[in-house]
C-alpha cells in the first residue's frame, strides 16, 4: 500500500480517482473499470521518478493488458497524463515498458501506437538538447523505437519480437531482388539505431565501479535486454539476407552492404562480450558469442556454417514482490455489501433506540429513574452497537481480503494468460522445430544420396584411372617405336641428301667442261680471222712505205741545197745572239735587285694586311658581341615588363578570387555595411576602370608605358574587390529580396572581373578586352546603393533640426495626452464599476499614471541631456548644424522618440479596452514590456555622446530605472487583476457524470494541443516580425553607416 501512494505521490498528473460505483452497474462496466484500474495502477508502478529499473511484473500486467483490449488504448490513455517531458527518468522508464510492449504486446499495438509518432519525434528532438544524463539516452532511445515502429509499419510480416523461420523470412521479399536489397537497407538502418543505445548506455556507466550491482546502473542497463533479444534476429536476418542478395547480384553491386555490415558486426561483438561480463546480465539472460571472423559472402557454402545468435532467457523466480497489491483507498471499494437502512430499522423496532439518539425518551424528560428493563436495553444497546463495530470491521476486513484474493486471482490469471502465450510460442517453436528437423532429415538424405553416389564415383574413378594406366604404357610403347622409326628415317634422309649432293657436283663439272669447249672453239675462230685482217694490213703498209722512200729520196736532195744557205744566216744570227745575252745579262740582275725590294714591300703589306684584318675582326666581334648584349637585354627588359604586367593581373585576379571567397565563407554572415559607403566604392571603381583602357592602348603601342597600366590594374583589383565585400556585407542589412538581387549582382561583378583579367593575360587578347560588361554590373550594384540609402540623408540640415525638436515635442505630448485619458478612465471606472473590479481597474489605472510620470521625467531628463551635449559639442556652429553633423545619432533620437510616444497610445487604449471588460490583460503587458524597450532605446540614444561624469547623465539613468520599476509594477498589477477575476469564475464538476467528465477532459486535450499549435505558429510569426522590423529599421535609420568597413 504504501509503495503505490508514494509512486502515486511521486507523478504529479497521477491517474484520478474513480468514484465510488452504485450497485446499478452492469457487469461489462465494472470489469472495464477494475481493467482500467488495474492497468493504472501497473503503469504507474512501471513509470515512475524512481532510478531503479522497471519490475517484471508490471511490466507483464501492461502486456497482458494489450491482449485483453487488443490493443494499447488504455496504455497511451494513461501515459498521456505523465509528465514524460519534465523528467528523464521517467521517460526512460516509459521508453522500457513500450519497448516489451511493442516486442511482446499485441500486434495491434504497433498501430495504435503510430498516432502517437509525432508526439514522441518532439519529445525525442527535445530531450536530444541534452548532452548527458538521461536526456541524451532517452532521445536515442526514442528514435530507436519510432524507427522500430516504421519499420514494422513497413513490412508488416515481421511480428513485434522479430521470431520468424526461414520459410517466413524468404515470402516477407516476395522473391524479389528489389524487396531483399530493400529489406536488408532497412535492417542496417534498424541495428544501427539498436547499436547506438546500446553504446551511448556503455558511455554513460563509469565501468571502473560495479555499476550492474546498483540501482542507478540497473535503471539503465535493463532496457539493453530487449536491445540484446532485437540485435540477435537482427543480425542474423541480415546474414541471410546478404547470402540471398550475393547469390542474385554481382558482388560489385554489394560493395557498400558489405562494409557496412562489417562496421556493425564488430560493434555487435564487442558489445555482446561487454555485455556477458556484467554482473547484472548473467543472471537475467544468456548472451550468445558471435564468431571470431565475419561470415564470407563471396563464399556461397559460407552459409551453411554460419549459426543463429540465440539469447536464451533462464524461467523467473517467484518473489514475495511480485505479489499483486491493490491501494483500495485511493482506487474504488467494489463489492462491498452495504448494510441496508431496512435492517436497521427492523432492529430499531425490535429493541429500541438508543438513549443519545430517540426524541421520545420520556423518562430522561421527565427525570424519572431508570428501572431494570431499561438498563438492561442500554446494556443490550451498547452490545449490539459494539457488535455492529465489530461486524463493520470485519466486513472491512472481509473487504480487503477479499480484494486481495481478486488481485492474486488476476495475477494468476495474468500468469496463466503468459504461460499460454508461452505455450504458444513454445508450440510455435516446436513446429518450427520440427520443420527444422524435417529440413535436416531431408538434408541428411540428401547427403547419403550423394555419399552413395560418390561411392560409385570413386569406383569408376578407379576403372578409368587402371584403364588410363594400360593406355598410358601402350602410348609410351608407341612413342618408341616412332622415335625408332624417325631416327632410321633421318638416317635415310641424310644419306639420300649426300648421294644428291655427289650427283649435282658431277653434274657442274660436266656442264663447266662443255662450256669450257665451246669457249676454246669461239677463240681459235676469232685468232684465225684476226691472224688475216693483220695480213692484209701488212701488205698494204708495205706498199705505202715504199712511196715515202722515194718521196724522201728527192726531198734529200732538195735540202742539201738548201742547208748552205742556212749556215751563213746562222753565223750572223750567232753574233747579234751574243749582244742580246749581255744585254739581257744586265736587265736580269737588275731585275734581281727590283724584285728583293718587291718582295720585303709585299712582306711588309702582308704583315700590315694581316694585322689590319685582325684589328677589324676583333673589332666586329666587339661589336657584334655589344649588339647581342643590347638584344638580350631588350628582351629581358620586355619580358620583366611584361612579367610585371602579368604580376599585376595575376595579383588583382587573387584579390578578386579572395572577395568572392571571402563572401561565401559562413563568418562572413556577421558583417555589414552601409548603402552610402557600397555606393562609394562603386565610383571609385568605376573611375578607375575609366583608367584601363587608355592605359592598354598606350601600352600597345609603346611597351616601355607600363607604370599607367600596373598602377590601374592594382587600384582596380583592390576596389572591385572591395565593392564585392561591401556590397555582401550590406546585403545583410536589407531585406531579402534585395538582397538576393544584390548578392546575385555581387557574384556577377567578380565572374565580369576575373574574365577582363583574363583577356589581358595574352598580348594577342589585349586588345580586345571589354569592360563594357564589368561597368554595366557595376553600376547596377550602384543603382542598387542608391536605392538602398536611408531617407534621413535626403533631409536638408535644417529639416533634420526641426524634425528632432518636433519628434521630442510629440513625444511630451503624447505622453500627457496619456496621463489625461488615463486619469478620465479613472474617475470614470469610479463611477460605473464595483467591487472587485472597480479595485482590478484602480489598481491597474493607478499602475498607468505612474508609468506615464515616470515616461515624462524620462523624456524631459532626455531633453536636457540632449541640450547639454549640442551645447558643449556643436563649438561656433549652431544647433541645426550640430544635428545635420551627426545624422546617425539624430535619426537614432528620432526614432526613440516616436517609439516611445507610439507605445504610451496604445499602452492607454489597451488599458482603456481593459477597463471597458472588453480588452486582454496580455495586451497591456506587451505595451508595458514596449514602452520598456522603446524608453531604453531612447536612453541609450541619449547617453552615446553624453560626458560620463554628467549629472544629467546621472539624472537620466534614474528616471529610467524609475521607468522600469513602473513597467514592473504595471505588468504586476495586470497579472495580479487577471488573477482575481478569473478566480470568481470557479470549475463546478459535481452535477456531471463519468461520461461528461470524460468528453470534457478529452475537448480540454484538444484545446490544449490546439492552443500549443497556435503558441508554435505565433511565435515563428513573431520571430519573423522582429527580424523584419530590424531589417526595415536598419535601412531606414542607416545602421552601421558610421563604420566604414564591413563590421
Known sequence: MDRVKSSMQQVPNAIPKVIRRTGGANSLELEKENFERGQAVSINKAINTQEVAVKEKHARTCILGTHHEKGAHTFWAAVNRLPLSSNAVLCWKFCHVFHKLLRDGHPNVIKDSMRNKADLTDMSRMWGHLSEGYGKLCSIYLKLLITKMEFHIKNPRFPGNLQMSNRQLEEAGENDVNNFFQLTVEMFDYLECELNLFLSVFNSLDMSRSVSVTAAG????????????????????????????????????????RDRFQEQFKKLKSLFYRSS???????????????????????????????????????????????????TDDLVDTDIPVLPAAVETKFDDLFGTTAAVDPFNFNNQNGMRKDDKDRLIEQLTREIQSLKEELESFRLESGRLCQALRGRVSELEAELAEQSHLRLQAVGEAEFLKAELDDLRRVREDTEKEQRSLTEIEKKAQANEQRYTKLKEKYTELVQSHADLLRKNAEVTRQMTVARAAQDEVEAVRREMQEKVKVAQEAADRQEKAQQEQLQELQRELLSSRTELESLKSTVTSSQQSSEALNTQLAALESEKADLVQSLSKVEAELAVRGEELQQAQTSLAMERESGVKAAESLQNQLNEKESREQALESQLVAARWCSLQGAVEEAERIIQDSLAQIEDPAHISSTSSADYLASRCRASLDCIDRLPPAMETFLADNTALSELVRALTQCGHLVGDTIVQGSATSHMVPVEKADALSENVKTCGAEALTLLGTMKQRDTMSSADISKLKAT????????????????????????????????????????????????????????????????????????????????????????????????????????FYAKNSRWTEGLISASKAVGWGATVMVDAADLVVQGKGKFEELMVCSHEIAASTAQLVAASKVKADKDSSKLQRLKQASRGVTQATAGVVASTKSGKSQIEETDTMDFSSMTLTQIKRQEMDSQVLVLELETRLQKERERLGELRKKHYELAGVAEGWGEEEEGTG
Open 218 to 257: 540497473q535503471c539503465r542497463l535493463a532496457p539493453l535486454i530487449q536491445v540484446i533479444l532485437d540485435s540477435s534476429h537482427l543480425y542474423d536476418y541480415t546474414v541471410k539476407l546478404l547470402f540471398k542478395l550475393h547469390s542474385c547480384l554481382p558482388a560489385d553491386t554489394l560493395q557498400g552492404h
Open 778 to 881: 557595376l553600376h547596377l550594384i550602384l543603382d542598387t546603393a542608391e536605392k538602398l540609402r536611408p531617407r534621413g540623408l535626403e533631409l536638408q540640415q535644417g529639416e533634420l533640426g526641426d524634425l528632432v525638436e518636433q519628434e521630442m515635442a510629440a513625444t511630451s505630448a503624447a505622453v500627457e495626452s496619456a496621463a489625461a485619458r488615463i486619469e478620465e478612465m479613472l474617475n470614470k471606472s469610479r463611477a460605473v464599476d464595483t467591487g472587485i473590479k472597480m479595485e482590478v481597474n484602480e489598481r491597474i489605472l493607478a499602475s498607468c499614471t505612474e508609468l506615464m510620470q515616470a515616461i515624462k521625467e524620462l523624456v524631459l531628463s532626455s531633453k536636457d541631456l540632449q541640450r547639454d551635449i549640442v551645447e558643449s559639442g556643436r563649438g561656433a556652429a549652431s544647433m541645426k548644424e
Open 277 to 327: 561480463n556484467l554482473q547484472y546480465f548473467k543472471r537475467l539472460i544468456q548472451i550468445p558469442q558471435l564468431p571470431e571472423n565475419p561470415p564470407n559472402f563471396l563464399r556461397a557454402s559460407a552459409l551453411s556454417e554460419h549459426i543463429s545468435p540465440v539469447v536464451v532467457i533462464p524461467a523467473e523466480s517467484s518473489s514475495p514482490e511480485s505479489e499483486h497489491v491493490v491501494e
